[in-house]
């Protein structure tokens, strides 16, 4: 499974570490992936989604069903 967030897009990005002598080597940025347990109440049962913690945050605001439109992600597919 890709570190992705179904709903943002949200996923590894590329950066340098920069040293005291400015030596840089790669790294990754991780987004902030949580697994997470939703109830769907249009489906009338739990999905199990990985999902950044601002998708989360906008969830909590929106509502799972209007949320997962605005995003174009099929909830029944889960």
Known sequence: MARKCIFTGK?????????????????????????K???????NRFII???????MRSIDKLGLQVYADK???DLSAL
């Open 49 to 55: 989604v990985r999902l950044t913690t601002r998708a």
């Open 11 to 35: 996923r590894p990005n590329v950066a340098n570490n920069r040293s005291h002598s400015n030596i840089q080597t790669k790294r990754r940025q991780i987004p902030n992936l949580q697994v």
């Open 71 to 73: 995003a174009g992600v």
């Open 37 to 43: 347990r939703l109830w769907w109440t249009e489906g």
